[in-house]
């Protein structure tokens, strides 16, 4: 049997100890709830927050992670730029990387990225229905033909990433807006997977649809095993002519 997949959530972990709105759907942090559903996956989980030493990602954490779980919001600014830097590495090393709901503005996102990621908003608490677009993708395994959400909050097109390497999900919400909401990015021998869903005032990591599409991603952006790619000058591998 092979070893568990490594899985660690980062959770910015602010807005439930500020926000009893929050508090009262993730008592315990968001990061808590997901990592909870990660263990039933099947995963060997631990969890790290902003307030710790080095955001809870020190060197070690981040080299015995295989999949971390990024989720953000108000304080994307106080992620320390060595961090980022360090994640960065890592993901192009192949480490996977699930980035949730508003990490889509986070240092590592955007860095990864190369644009603004920017998005339209609003907090209506209306409908949004997640629609499975690739029949064929294992992120999508398990579920029916779409994730429908009484309450959420509305992120809307145009969202300024590159275009992803594939797409997953694409959201309908009850306003009329759209909205890339699974998509997949390659990145040296790392791969992305950004999941829309996931307001804090929203028990959306609660239910086990979402957790499972969360599950399905980890494994999908679990690392390869391929070959380092081999850069600069080399010699060639078979005899060259003497003259051409
Ligand atoms: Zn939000």
Redesign the pocket.
């Known amino acids: 049997m092979t070893e568990p997949l490594r899985v660690t959530v980062w959770n910015e972990f602010r807005h439930e100890k500020e926000h009893e709105s929050v508090r009262s759907v993730y008592p315990e942090g968001i990061h808590k709830t997901i990592a909870g559903a990660m263990e039933k996956a099947g995963f060997r989980v631990r969890t790290a927050t902003l307030d710790e030493p080095m955001h809870g990602l020190t060197p070690d954490v981040l080299e015995g992670t295989d999949v971390l779980i990024w989720w953000g919001?108000m304080a994307h600014h106080e992620v320390s730029d060595d961090i980022v830097a360090a994640v960065h590495a890592r993901v192009l090393d192949g480490m996977g990387l699930v980035v949730l709901?508003?990490g889509h503005f986070s240092k590592i996102f955007k860095r990864l990225m190369g644009t603004s990621c920017d998005l339209k908003?609003r907090?209506a608490g209306e409908r949004e229905r997640i629609w499975a677009i690739d029949p064929s993708h294992p992120i999508a395994a398990g579920l029916g033909q779409y994730i429908e959400l009484p309450h959420e909050?509305m992120y809307g097109e145009h969202f300024d990433i590159p275009a992803p390497d594939e797409l997953v999900f694409v959201s309908w919400f009850q306003g009329g807006e759209v909205f890339r909401s699974g998509c997949v990015f390659h990145r040296g021998r790392g791969k992305i997977f950004y999941f829309r869903p996931g307001?804090?005032t929203f028990p959306t990591y609660h239910r086990e649809d979402i957790q499972r599409v969360i599950a399905n991603g980890v494994r999908y952006v679990a690392p390869s095993d391929t070959a380092k790619p081999v850069y600069g000058n080399v010699k060639p591998i078979e005899v060259l002519p003497e003259s051409h």
Do not use: V
């Open positions: 919001h709901h508003s908003w907090e909050e307001h804090e």
